[in-house]
């Protein structure tokens, strides 16, 4: 029922990534620690306001299905820090992605 997942691989915490987003689709976006100004997104989840890796992994699957329940065409995530918990969470990222 819900969107696809798109993976940002270059995401600045003040803005949204630069992908293109399509203005007819409706979007939302997984973020890691700051919410750019809505924009282009309909819905954006914040796992960890203070960038805390073990926070946006008890946030993620939950903050997941809110974005998929959502009715989005697209869900776009910010990648996370590529050690630890980011690297489990960037896993699982492109999981659903690709599947």
Avoid: C, K, Y
């Avoid at 992994?57 to 998929?68: E, G, K, S, T, V």
């Amino acid at each position: 029922q819900g969107g696809s997942v798109g993976i940002a691989t270059e995401v600045e915490n003040t803005r949204p990534p630069a992908i293109g987003i399509d203005p007819a689709q409706r979007t939302g976006l997984l973020a890691f620690r700051a919410a750019p100004a809505a924009g282009d997104f309909a819905r954006i989840e914040v796992l960890s306001p203070t960038g805390d890796l073990r926070e946006a992994a008890a946030n993620f699957f939950a903050a997941l299905r809110r974005l998929d329940a959502a009715g989005l065409d697209l869900i776009v995530a910010e990648v996370f820090p590529d050690v630890g918990l980011g690297r489990a969470l960037n896993d699982r990222l492109r999981r659903a992605a690709h599947g």
